[in-house]
């Protein structure tokens, strides 16, 4: 069975470094740029190596994650942790201390986000983090200083005696932080939870060469070998970025949103999911980025 890899959001400091990282959001140019493009090779290896791990595991199933988000909630907790913890944390996130220093990696994070987060009428994205925290637990104050100037992180006091109660405040914030997309992302807490960290994000963009939705009917999609469901197709004829990766047998497909969101789709031929799996890396992805024409 075909599949589809799609490159969006999950690797936006790639599509950030690629594609101009200057020009992403004039209302932060005090940030500087050249600290978040300094992390950004290491979050695209974690982003390719995680996707591994989970396709390995998925047995045909759908992945859907935001790897700029899980490394970002890692970094966090590297403000906060010690000894093998705070070790292995970083080599997840392919960090040697000996090539960059710790506050230079929670720098290139808290810029990374200044950078990205970005509103317009045709172009909205945003991340953020909050942290419950069990009310009557008080962390060292510089954790909490530092999570708030890094990583703007929103800091509530839970009650999480009283389960339901905290499933609804952070199930409450998440639904409002991501305009109603998200509707539950907690539930059977454990009264005995002592804090909950939790990450967001919201993208909506329009297509720099938007689909007529006059071409849009209904055909078969194939869920896998045995079952398939009507869905709603979008057609479209044009001009797109392209490119045929010969040695990994995929075509890939560049589409643009307006500004300066890109997306990659990746569809390999049949039966080469397994070899691009195996070969997705940080120098695929900048081969493929180089050669769309």
């Given at each position: 069975?075909?599949?589809?890899?799609?490159?969006?959001?999950?690797?936006?400091?790639?599509?950030?470094?690629?594609?101009?990282?200057?020009?992403?959001?004039?209302?932060?140019?005090?940030?500087?740029?050249q600290a978040a493009i300094k992390i950004q090779r290491n979050i695209?290896?974690?982003?390719?190596?995680?996707?591994?791990?989970?396709?390995?595991?998925?047995?045909?199933?759908?992945?859907?994650?935001?790897?700029?988000?899980?490394?970002?909630?890692?970094?966090?907790?590297?403000?906060?942790?010690?000894?093998?913890?705070?070790?292995?944390?970083?080599?997840?996130?392919?960090?040697?201390?000996?090539?960059i220093q710790e506050d230079e990696i929670h720098q290139g994070f808290?810029?990374?986000?200044?950078?990205?987060?970005?509103?317009?009428?045709?172009?909205?994205?945003?991340?953020?983090?909050?942290?419950?925290?069990?009310?009557?637990?008080?962390?060292?104050?510089?954790?909490?200083?530092?999570?708030?100037?890094?990583?703007?992180?929103?800091?509530?006091?839970?009650?999480?005696?009283?389960?339901?109660?905290?499933?609804?405040?952070?199930?409450?914030?998440?639904k409002k932080k991501t305009h109603g997309k998200i509707m539950e992302?907690?539930?059977?807490?454990?009264?005995?939870?002592?804090?909950?960290?939790?990450?967001?994000?919201?993208?909506?963009?329009?297509?720099?060469?938007?689909?007529?939705?006059?071409?849009?009917?209904?055909?078969?999609?194939?869920?896998?070998?045995?079952?398939?469901?009507?869905?709603?197709?979008?057609?479209?004829?044009?001009?797109?970025?392209?490119?045929?990766?010969?040695?990994?047998?995929?075509?890939?497909?560049?589409?643009?949103?307006?500004?300066?969101?890109?997306?990659?789709?990746?569809?390999?031929?049949?039966?080469?999911?397994?070899?691009?799996?195996?070969?997705?890396?940080?120098?695929?992805?900048?081969?493929?980025?180089?050669?769309?024409?």
């Amino acid at each position: 069975m075909n599949r589809i890899i799609h490159l969006c959001l999950a690797l936006i400091v790639f599509s950030l470094v690629s594609h101009g990282h200057h020009d992403v959001d004039h209302h932060h140019d005090h940030h500087d740029p050249q600290a978040a493009i300094k992390i950004q090779r290491n979050i695209a290896h974690f982003a390719t190596e995680f996707y591994k791990i989970l396709s390995a595991r998925s047995q045909d199933k759908n992945i859907v994650f935001s790897p700029c988000s899980i490394s970002i909630l890692l970094s966090v907790l590297l403000l906060g942790v010690k000894s093998s913890t705070h070790a292995e944390i970083l080599k997840g996130l392919d960090f040697n201390l000996t090539d960059i220093q710790e506050d230079e990696i929670h720098q290139g994070f808290h810029d990374l986000l200044h950078l990205v987060i970005h509103s317009e009428n045709d172009f909205k994205l945003d991340i953020g983090q909050g942290l419950f925290l069990k009310e009557g637990i008080q962390p060292l104050q510089t954790f909490l200083d530092k999570i708030k100037e890094f990583y703007d992180a929103e800091i509530q006091a839970t009650k999480f005696q009283e389960p339901k109660e905290a499933e609804k405040q952070i199930n409450d914030y998440i639904k409002k932080k991501t305009h109603g997309k998200i509707m539950e992302i907690v539930k059977d807490l454990d009264p005995e939870t002592v804090f909950v960290l939790t990450n967001y994000i919201f993208f909506k963009g329009n297509w720099k060469t938007p689909f007529d939705s006059k071409l849009t009917w209904q055909e078969d999609f194939f869920v896998d070998h045995n079952t398939t469901v009507k869905v709603q197709m979008m057609h479209s004829t044009d001009w797109f970025y392209s490119y045929f990766d010969s040695q990994l047998s995929c075509r890939v497909l560049q589409l643009d949103y307006n500004g300066t969101a890109t997306t990659f789709f990746v569809l390999p031929d049949p039966k080469k999911e397994k070899e691009l799996d195996e070969a997705l890396s940080i120098n695929t992805l900048t081969k493929w980025a180089k050669n769309v024409h």
